[in-house]
C-alpha cells in the first residue's frame, strides 16, 4: 500500500510496489482521458531550493493532467526560507494547504528531514549529489518500455559519477534485478562514491570502472549520461578542465550496438552532440516525456486514488 507513504530514496519501494507505480503509469500512457479528473480538489506543492526544468514542470503537468491544482515557489528566495524559517517549519505549514509536496533542495538529507515533520506525502525531487529517485522511476519506465525488461542488461553510466545523484539512485535501483551488469565509465577525480562501490561488492554484482567510453560502448545495452555539474564542484579550474571528458558523437554511436539505447536524465551541456539527437537510439526526449508519466502514477498511489 503506497497511500500516505514518502518517497525519498529509490529503496523506500519494495520491486512489487515498482511494479504497481509502472503498471498504472503504462495504463496512464494508453487511457489519459480516464485519469484526467483523478485528482479533482487535491493539491500538490512544490518546493524548489534548486533550479529545475524537468523534474518541477513534469510535476506540475502531472498533477494538472489528473484535474488537480498546484502551489509553490521554484528558489528560496520567494519563501520564507529567506527569512531563516527551517525546513521542518516549512513543511509543516505546507501541510495545511497541500496533499503532497515535492521538494529539491541543494543538501544532501533535506527531504528526509522534511518528511519527519510532514502530515502529508514527502517526495525528494533530489537533495544535493545525493538522491533523485523519481528521475529513477523515470529511468526504469523508460527500460521497461523500451528494451522490455529491467534485468540481464548492460548498463554504462558515463560522466560525473561522483555528485551525479541520478546515477547514485539509478544504480541502486537495477541492482536489484537480476543479472545486470554496471559499467562506470568517468575520470578519477569522478568516480562513483565508495558508498556505491560497496552496495555493489555486498551483492556480487558485476562491474568495472574505465576511463574511456570507446573501449567499452560495444558491451552496453544502455549507455546512461550525466553533465558534469558545475554548480557541484568547490574549483572552477577543476570544473573546466573536466567538464568535457566525454562526448558522445556518431562516430561514437558507430561502435555500439544496434539496440543499446541512450539515456540521459537531462539537462546536457556539451556530453552529447547534437547530431546524435536524430538517431533513433538516443531516447532522452521520450525519457523526459515518460517522466510526467511515472510522476502521475507517484502521484495517484502515493495519494491512495488508484
Ligand atoms: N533530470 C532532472 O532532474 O532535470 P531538472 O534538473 O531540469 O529537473
Known amino acids: 500500500m503506497l497511500k500516505g507513504r514518502n518517497l525519498i530514496e529509490p529503496m523506500d519501494f519494495t520491486l512489487e510496489e515498482l511494479e504497481q507505480i509502472f503498471l498504472l503509469a503504462d495504463e496512464i500512457i494508453k487511457n489519459p482521458t480516464q485519469y484526467a479528473k483523478m485528482c479533482d480538489g487535491k493539491i500538490l506543492a512544490t518546493l524548489f531550493f534548486e533550479p529545475s526544468t524537468r523534474t518541477r514542470f513534469s510535476f506540475e503537468a502531472a498533477m494538472l493532467r489528473l484535474g488537480g491544482n498546484v502551489i509553490g515557489f521554484s528558489e528560496a528566495n520567494s519563501s520564507s526560507v529567506a527569512k531563516g524559517e527551517s525546513i521542518s517549519d516549512t513543511i509543516r505549514t505546507v501541510s495545511c494547504y497541500a496533499d503532497i509536496a515535492v521538494m529539491r533542495h541543494p543538501k544532501e538529507g533535506a527531504a528526509l528531514v522534511a518528511s519527519e515533520s510532514s502530515h502529508i506525502p514527502v517526495v525528494n525531487a533530489g537533495d544535493g549529489g545525493h ?133 540521459h536524465p537531462l539537462p546536457r551541456v556539451n556530453e552529447i552532440a547534437y547530431e546524435v539527437d536524430d538517431d533513433p537510439r538516443a531516447i532522452y526526449f521520450k525519457q523526459a516525456k515518460y517522466g510526467m508519466f511515472v510522476r502521475m502514477a507517484l502521484i495517484c498511489k502515493l495519494l491512495g486514488l488508484a
Do not use: W
Open 131 to 263: 538522491q533523485h529517485p523519481t528521475q529513477t522511476l523515470t529511468d526504469l519506465l523508460t527500460i521497461r518500455r523500451v528494451k522490455g525488461r529491467l534485468k540481464n542488461l548492460t548498463i554504462g553510466c558515463c560522466g560525473d559519477l561522483k555528485f551525479g545523484r541520478t546515477v547514485h539512485s539509478l544504480i541502486k535501483a537495477l541492482s536489484r534485478y537480476e543479472g545486470n551488469k554496471f559499467i562506470l565509465i568517468s575520470p578519477q577525480e569522478l568516480n562513483v562514491p565508495e558508498y556505491i562501490i560497496r552496495i555493489l561488492k555486498e551483492k556480487n554484482i558485476e562491474f568495472k570502472q574505465v576511463e574511456k567510453m570507446e573501449e567499452v560502448i560495444g558491451e552496453l545495452d544502455i549507455l546512461y549520461m550525466t553533465r558534469v555539474q558545475k554548480e557541484r564542484f568547490f574549483n572552477e579550474e577543476d570544473y573546466v578542465r573536466l567538464k568535457d571528458s566525454y562526448i558522445l558523437c556518431n562516430e561514437k554511436m558507430k561502435l555500439a550496438k544496434e539496440n543499446m539505447i541512450v539515456l
